[in-house]
């Protein structure tokens, strides 16, 4: 399951969407650092096609996990090439430009 957070301010409409078993979770390589926030991260507990809807609408998202990613990658919404790994934990954002 995904765990999936819903902010909206004006006419964005920001996503938080993470791998449930993540939650919670600190990842930090180098320089680089995820922390999975539950604060952020957890809100609704939905599968791929929910997170298709989702992303659609998105302006901007914050995807962290492979399932999360994988879908955002598989609709076009991600290039695979702009995904970065913390620990072996992909971690992908988008904004749309409207």
Known sequence: MISIKIYKQGNDILIG???????????????LQINVSKEFY??????????????????IANLVGEIAVKCAIEL?????ECVIKIKGIPHAQMVRMI
Do not use: Q
Not at 17 to 31: H, P, Q, S
Not at 46 to 52: H, R, V
Not at 76 to 80: E, R, S, T, Y
């Open 17 to 31: 969407a993470c791998d449930e078993k993540l939650l919670g979770k600190k990842f930090t390589e180098g320089k």
């Open 42 to 59: 957890d809100g609704e507990r939905i599968n791929t096609d929910t997170l298709k809807r989702y992303l659609e609408d998105a302006t």
């Open 76 to 80: 076009g919404f991600i290039d695979p």
